[in-house]
């Protein structure tokens, strides 16, 4: 939650998420109040394609971060 918000109160609007994708409680809470904290500051939901849930490797973060470059400027995410 303090992540987004210190991202929107610097000027951002397409927030992405990356995180584990494991079912581990504290990984479900972290995806859950960034979907939680976006809907509250945006008043919609999360956009998927902003969100990334990835294995333990690196390389999976990169692949999706170099996706998300590859976007039109106006849709790229602008905090992550």
């Known amino acids: 939650r303090m992540a987004v918000t210190e991202l929107r109160e610097r000027g951002a609007k397409r927030i992405a998420y990356i995180g584990y994708e494991n079912n581990d409680i504290s990984t479900v809470r972290l995806h859950r109040a960034f979907r939680e904290t976006i809907a509250h500051a945006t008043g919609k939901e999360a956009e998927e ?10 390389v999976c973060t990169e692949q999706y971060v170099n996706r998300w470059l590859e976007l039109p400027v106006e849709e790229q995410p602008d905090g992550i």
């Open 49 to 58: 394609q902003l969100i990334a849930r990835v294995g333990a490797q690196p």
